[in-house]
Protein backbone atom coordinates (compact mmCIF):
# COMPACT_ATOMS: atom_id res chain seq x y z
CA UNK A 1 0.00 0.00 0.00
CA UNK A 2 0.89 3.59 -0.40
CA UNK A 3 3.51 5.11 2.04
CA UNK A 4 0.51 7.85 3.47
CA UNK A 5 -2.90 7.05 3.39
CA UNK A 6 -4.46 10.26 5.17
CA UNK A 7 -8.28 10.07 6.28
CA UNK A 8 -10.30 13.29 6.77
CA UNK A 9 -13.21 12.65 9.02
CA UNK A 10 -15.74 13.97 11.21
CA UNK A 11 -18.97 13.29 12.97
CA UNK A 12 -20.89 16.10 11.12
CA UNK A 13 -21.33 17.23 7.21
CA UNK A 14 -20.18 20.63 6.38
CA UNK A 15 -16.83 20.67 8.80
CA UNK A 16 -14.63 21.05 5.94
CA UNK A 17 -13.49 17.24 4.63
CA UNK A 18 -13.55 18.22 0.84
CA UNK A 19 -11.94 21.32 1.21
CA UNK A 20 -9.26 20.18 3.63
CA UNK A 21 -8.83 17.12 1.79
CA UNK A 22 -8.77 18.79 -1.59
CA UNK A 23 -5.87 20.83 -0.55
CA UNK A 24 -3.91 18.80 1.06
CA UNK A 25 -3.69 16.32 -1.77
CA UNK A 26 -2.69 19.48 -3.95
CA UNK A 27 -0.18 20.28 -1.50
CA UNK A 28 1.28 16.51 -1.60
CA UNK A 29 0.89 16.45 -5.20
CA UNK A 30 3.30 19.95 -5.15
CA UNK A 31 5.66 18.36 -2.85
CA UNK A 32 6.39 15.42 -5.49
CA UNK A 33 4.30 12.83 -4.27
CA UNK A 34 2.83 10.37 -6.55
CA UNK A 35 -1.53 10.93 -5.02
CA UNK A 36 -4.30 9.16 -5.19
CA UNK A 37 -7.46 10.84 -4.38
CA UNK A 38 -10.42 8.76 -2.81
CA UNK A 39 -13.70 10.28 -2.63
CA UNK A 40 -15.61 7.76 -0.25
CA UNK A 41 -18.60 10.32 0.23
CA UNK A 42 -22.07 8.79 -1.79
CA UNK A 43 -22.40 12.69 -2.79
CA UNK A 44 -19.30 12.65 -4.75
CA UNK A 45 -18.64 16.16 -3.79
CA UNK A 46 -14.94 15.79 -4.91
CA UNK A 47 -15.58 14.14 -7.98
CA UNK A 48 -17.95 16.88 -9.06
CA UNK A 49 -15.30 19.67 -8.16
CA UNK A 50 -12.77 17.78 -10.24
CA UNK A 51 -15.54 17.61 -13.21
CA UNK A 52 -16.51 21.31 -12.74
CA UNK A 53 -12.68 22.66 -12.68
CA UNK A 54 -11.15 23.61 -15.63
CA UNK A 55 -8.51 21.70 -15.91
CA UNK A 56 -8.80 18.15 -14.00
CA UNK A 57 -6.31 17.89 -10.79
CA UNK A 58 -2.82 16.80 -11.55
CA UNK A 59 -3.60 14.16 -9.83
CA UNK A 60 -6.01 10.63 -9.99
CA UNK A 61 -9.35 11.08 -8.21
CA UNK A 62 -11.42 7.97 -8.45
CA UNK A 63 -14.89 7.10 -5.99
CA UNK A 64 -15.16 4.55 -3.97
CA UNK A 65 -18.00 5.18 -1.96
CA UNK A 66 -18.22 1.15 0.16
CA UNK A 67 -17.46 0.01 3.28
CA UNK A 68 -15.21 -2.46 1.31
CA UNK A 69 -12.74 0.38 0.56
CA UNK A 70 -9.97 -1.32 2.97
CA UNK A 71 -9.67 -4.20 0.76
CA UNK A 72 -10.52 -2.83 -2.46
CA UNK A 73 -7.68 0.48 -1.97
CA UNK A 74 -5.36 -2.19 -2.13
CA UNK A 75 -5.70 -2.75 -5.66
CA UNK A 76 -6.36 0.93 -6.19
CA UNK A 77 -3.41 2.10 -4.35
CA UNK A 78 -0.57 0.68 -6.24
CA UNK A 79 1.98 3.05 -7.45
CA UNK A 80 0.94 5.81 -5.02
CA UNK A 81 3.04 6.99 -2.50
CA UNK A 82 -0.28 9.01 -0.79
CA UNK A 83 -3.52 8.49 -0.90
CA UNK A 84 -5.66 11.39 0.90
CA UNK A 85 -9.13 10.04 1.47
CA UNK A 86 -12.23 12.39 1.77
CA UNK A 87 -15.29 11.08 3.81
CA UNK A 88 -18.79 11.31 4.45
CA UNK A 89 -19.97 12.27 7.67
CA UNK A 90 -20.13 9.55 10.05
CA UNK A 91 -23.23 10.06 11.58
CA UNK A 92 -24.44 9.09 8.00
CA UNK A 93 -22.22 6.62 6.48
CA UNK A 94 -20.09 5.04 9.82
CA UNK A 95 -19.26 2.06 8.08
CA UNK A 96 -17.76 4.05 5.14
CA UNK A 97 -16.11 6.10 7.49
CA UNK A 98 -14.79 3.10 9.25
CA UNK A 99 -13.49 0.85 6.61
CA UNK A 100 -11.52 4.14 5.54
CA UNK A 101 -10.29 4.34 9.39
CA UNK A 102 -9.32 0.55 8.91
CA UNK A 103 -5.96 1.42 6.40
CA UNK A 104 -5.60 5.42 7.68
CA UNK A 105 -1.77 6.11 8.67
CA UNK A 106 -3.71 9.61 9.33
CA UNK A 107 -6.92 10.65 10.54
CA UNK A 108 -7.12 14.42 10.65
CA UNK A 109 -10.21 16.24 11.73
CA UNK A 110 -11.09 19.63 10.47
CA UNK A 111 -12.76 21.60 13.46
CA UNK A 112 -14.33 25.23 13.61
CA UNK A 113 -13.17 26.47 17.25
CA UNK A 114 -16.93 26.61 18.31
CA UNK A 115 -19.18 24.67 21.26
CA UNK A 116 -20.52 22.70 18.66
CA UNK A 117 -18.55 21.12 16.96
CA UNK A 118 -15.82 20.43 20.05
CA UNK A 119 -18.25 19.00 21.52
CA UNK A 120 -19.01 16.30 18.31
CA UNK A 121 -15.06 15.55 17.94
CA UNK A 122 -15.75 13.53 20.73
CA UNK A 123 -17.52 11.54 18.75
CA UNK A 124 -14.88 11.63 16.14
CA UNK A 125 -12.12 10.35 18.13
CA UNK A 126 -14.20 7.24 19.91
CA UNK A 127 -14.78 5.84 16.67
CA UNK A 128 -10.96 6.44 15.36
CA UNK A 129 -10.25 4.44 19.18
CA UNK A 130 -12.96 1.70 18.23
CA UNK A 131 -11.37 0.91 14.84
CA UNK A 132 -7.89 -0.24 16.61
CA UNK A 133 -9.02 -3.97 16.98
CA UNK A 134 -10.10 -3.72 13.16
CA UNK A 135 -6.56 -2.78 12.13
CA UNK A 136 -3.74 -5.23 11.12
CA UNK A 137 -1.56 -3.38 13.59
CA UNK A 138 -4.39 -3.10 16.60
CA UNK A 139 -3.95 0.44 17.43
CA UNK A 140 -5.73 3.46 16.32
CA UNK A 141 -4.41 5.22 13.73
CA UNK A 142 -2.40 8.53 14.99
CA UNK A 143 -5.25 11.27 14.90
CA UNK A 144 -4.48 15.20 14.45
CA UNK A 145 -7.20 17.83 15.23
CA UNK A 146 -6.91 20.75 12.11
CA UNK A 147 -8.53 23.89 13.07
CA UNK A 148 -10.55 25.43 10.37
CA UNK A 149 -13.17 28.44 9.85
CA UNK A 150 -10.85 30.39 12.59
CA UNK A 151 -11.60 34.20 12.53
CA UNK A 152 -7.77 36.14 12.61
CA UNK A 153 -7.33 37.09 15.85
CA UNK A 154 -10.30 35.75 18.18
CA UNK A 155 -9.96 34.49 20.97
CA UNK A 156 -11.71 31.42 19.92
CA UNK A 157 -8.76 29.69 18.54
CA UNK A 158 -6.48 29.80 20.99
CA UNK A 159 -9.28 28.98 23.81
CA UNK A 160 -10.65 25.62 21.73
CA UNK A 161 -6.28 24.98 20.71
CA UNK A 162 -6.20 24.55 24.43
CA UNK A 163 -8.97 22.78 25.50
CA UNK A 164 -8.15 19.93 22.69
CA UNK A 165 -4.65 19.83 23.46
CA UNK A 166 -5.94 19.46 27.53
CA UNK A 167 -8.12 16.31 25.90
CA UNK A 168 -4.83 14.72 25.09
CA UNK A 169 -5.01 15.28 21.35
CA UNK A 170 -2.62 16.72 18.78
CA UNK A 171 -4.13 19.88 17.27
CA UNK A 172 -1.95 21.18 14.09
CA UNK A 173 -0.33 24.22 14.97
CA UNK A 174 -1.34 25.95 11.47
CA UNK A 175 -5.06 27.26 11.34
CA UNK A 176 -7.11 27.45 7.99
CA UNK A 177 -9.11 30.76 8.73
CA UNK A 178 -12.55 31.31 7.46
CA UNK A 179 -11.16 32.88 3.90
CA UNK A 180 -12.89 33.01 0.49
CA UNK A 181 -10.05 31.38 -1.26
CA UNK A 182 -11.32 27.96 0.63
CA UNK A 183 -14.97 28.94 0.57
CA UNK A 184 -15.32 30.09 -3.30
CA UNK A 185 -12.40 27.07 -4.22
CA UNK A 186 -14.97 24.28 -5.35
CA UNK A 187 -15.18 23.59 -9.42
CA UNK A 188 -11.81 25.83 -9.57
CA UNK A 189 -8.52 24.89 -9.69
CA UNK A 190 -6.23 24.73 -7.47
CA UNK A 191 -2.35 26.33 -7.51
CA UNK A 192 0.15 26.88 -4.76
CA UNK A 193 -1.66 24.98 -2.54
CA UNK A 194 1.85 24.83 -0.58
CA UNK A 195 1.43 28.34 0.21
CA UNK A 196 -1.99 27.58 2.28
CA UNK A 197 -1.99 26.85 5.72
CA UNK A 198 -2.59 23.74 4.40
CA UNK A 199 0.83 23.87 3.13
CA UNK A 200 1.79 24.57 6.87
CA UNK A 201 -0.27 21.79 8.31
CA UNK A 202 1.53 19.13 5.48
CA UNK A 203 5.32 20.61 6.72
CA UNK A 204 4.15 20.35 10.50
CA UNK A 205 2.78 16.45 10.03
CA UNK A 206 6.13 15.84 7.93
CA UNK A 207 7.98 17.07 10.93
CA UNK A 208 6.48 15.18 13.36
CA UNK A 209 6.88 12.03 11.19
CA UNK A 210 2.82 11.26 10.57
CA UNK A 211 3.47 12.33 7.17
CA UNK A 212 6.61 10.95 4.88
N1 LIG B 1 -11.65 27.82 5.40
C1 LIG B 1 -12.92 28.02 5.03
N2 LIG B 1 -13.52 29.20 5.24
C2 LIG B 1 -14.80 29.42 4.89
N3 LIG B 1 -15.59 28.50 4.32
C3 LIG B 1 -15.05 27.29 4.08
C4 LIG B 1 -13.70 26.98 4.42
N4 LIG B 1 -13.46 25.70 4.04
C5 LIG B 1 -14.60 25.24 3.49
N5 LIG B 1 -15.56 26.17 3.51
C6 LIG B 1 -16.94 26.04 3.03
O1 LIG B 1 -17.67 25.32 4.01
C7 LIG B 1 -18.63 24.48 3.39
C8 LIG B 1 -18.39 23.04 3.81
O2 LIG B 1 -17.14 22.63 3.30
P1 LIG B 1 -16.90 21.17 2.72
O3 LIG B 1 -17.85 20.86 1.65
O4 LIG B 1 -15.44 21.08 2.45
O5 LIG B 1 -17.28 20.33 4.02
P2 LIG B 1 -17.56 18.75 4.15
O6 LIG B 1 -17.25 18.41 5.56
O7 LIG B 1 -16.84 18.01 3.11
O8 LIG B 1 -19.12 18.68 3.89
P3 LIG B 1 -19.98 17.33 3.60
O9 LIG B 1 -20.14 16.66 4.93
O10 LIG B 1 -21.26 17.87 3.05
O11 LIG B 1 -19.21 16.50 2.65
C9 LIG B 1 -18.49 24.69 1.89
O12 LIG B 1 -19.42 25.65 1.48
C10 LIG B 1 -17.07 25.23 1.75
O13 LIG B 1 -16.91 26.02 0.62
MG1 LIG C 1 -17.50 16.59 1.74
Known sequence: MAQDIVAFINFKGGTTKTTSAVFTAHVLHELGRRVLYVDSDPQGSALSWNEDAPQPFPFTVIGLPTKALHNELRDFAAGYDAVV????????KSGVVVSALRVATLAVVPVAPTPIEYKRLALAVETVNDVADLRADGQPPPLAVLLTRTIPNAISTSTYRDQITNDGLLVIGSTVGRLEIFSQADGDN??????????DAVAELQHRGLIK
Open 190 to 199: ITNATATAYG
Open 85 to 92: IDTPPLEQ
